[in-house]
Structure formats: C-alpha cells, structure tokens
C-alpha cells in the first residue's frame, strides 16, 4: 500500500498551528493498526482528539529489561520509531529527536529507573513517562503524557508517541520485524 498526503506543511507538526500537523503521526498509526488487524493482533488506542488525557497501556511480548533497552538505546529507538534519535540515557542527559546536531534543544531525561522508568521533558509539550511493569516474560507498557496545556493539547506529538508505541510493540513481537512505514 502507498499512501501520500498532500497539503501537508511539516513545520505544522512543530508549531501546532495547525490540525494538519497531527497528519504524519495518524497516518502511522492508522497503517500500522491496520497491519494488526489483517495479521488478527491486538491493536494500539488511537489518539482521542477530544480529551487533554494522554494515557495508553500495551502488553509486549518481552521483558521489561529488553523493552528498556529498546527505550533508551539511540540505536533501538532510532530504528522502529523510524527517525534518528540520539539518547543520553542518565538523569539530565538528552533525548535528541534528529539528533544531538540537529537538535539544539533537546527534549531532557528527568527520570531514570532500569527497567522500571523513563521520563523525558519536552518543554511545553509537558513530560512524558514510560512506565514498564514485568510478568512471565511480557511486559505491560504504560504511556503518559502531563504536564502540558490542557487548552492546546500536543496531539501531534501524542501521536508520534502512540504510533511508534505500536512499532514498538511489533519490534519485540514479529519475527524478522520491518517497519510498517518507510520514507
């Protein structure tokens, strides 16, 4: 399947001027969930364009030390979220989306626990927290995004965390995993 949006402004997703700035993070998630529901597996909440509540909860197939390891590894991250990402992984260290040069104002790492914590403050876009729990080899996964405006919710930024939670989750899951979107 190819699919292209026109109209489209990227800075849009970076100044929240618009409502199209959510385009490129629903469009993921809609094909990915799409993927899991021809392939009969669960799929991942969609973005509630109505509530400031940004909360999301999957189970992964995985340990929480290897889904961990998949959150704070430049490496891991940068390859099912699709897009370069540079991480510090310790208190204070950065979390560069594009990476170190190409972002002069990454987002900060304020929480670090091993395969318990990650929390990542985005300036304006608030904070948000990995919360990992671990049982019989899986791992439940929460996502929450706080701390923002409540009268302009980031929901493109919401989005790109929704989307790639759902890549993540086939990451761990999916023999000779490829990503479901390409440039």
């Not at 930024?157 to 759902?166: I, R, T």
């Amino acid at each position: 399947m190819t699919l292209s949006q026109t109209h489209f402004d990227f800075q849009d997703v970076i100044t929240g001027k618009s409502i199209r700035g959510v385009l490129q993070t629903y469009w993921c998630l809609v094909l990915t969930n799409l993927a899991e529901h021809l392939e009969g597996r669960p799929l991942t909440d969609k973005i509630d364009f109505t509530s400031a509540e940004m909360r999301t909860t999957v189970e992964i197939a995985a340990s929480p030390e290897r889904v961990f390891e998949s959150l704070t590894s430049s490496e891991a991250v940068s390859k099912w979220f699709g897009f370069p990402i540079e991480i510090e992984p310790q208190v204070g260290g950065r979390f560069a989306m594009g990476g170190f040069d190409n972002d002069p104002e990454p987002a900060r790492i304020l929480e670090l626990e091993p395969d318990r914590k990650l929390s990542v403050g985005w300036g304006e876009n608030g904070v948000g927290s990995w919360e990992l729990e671990g049982s019989g080899g899986r791992t439940r996964l929460t996502l929450v995004q706080s701390g923002f405006d409540e009268s302009r919710p980031p929901y493109a930024a919401w989005g790109g965390f929704v989307s790639g939670l759902a890549e993540l989750r086939r990451y761990h899951e999916i023999p000779g995993w490829q990503p479901i979107i390409t440039a």
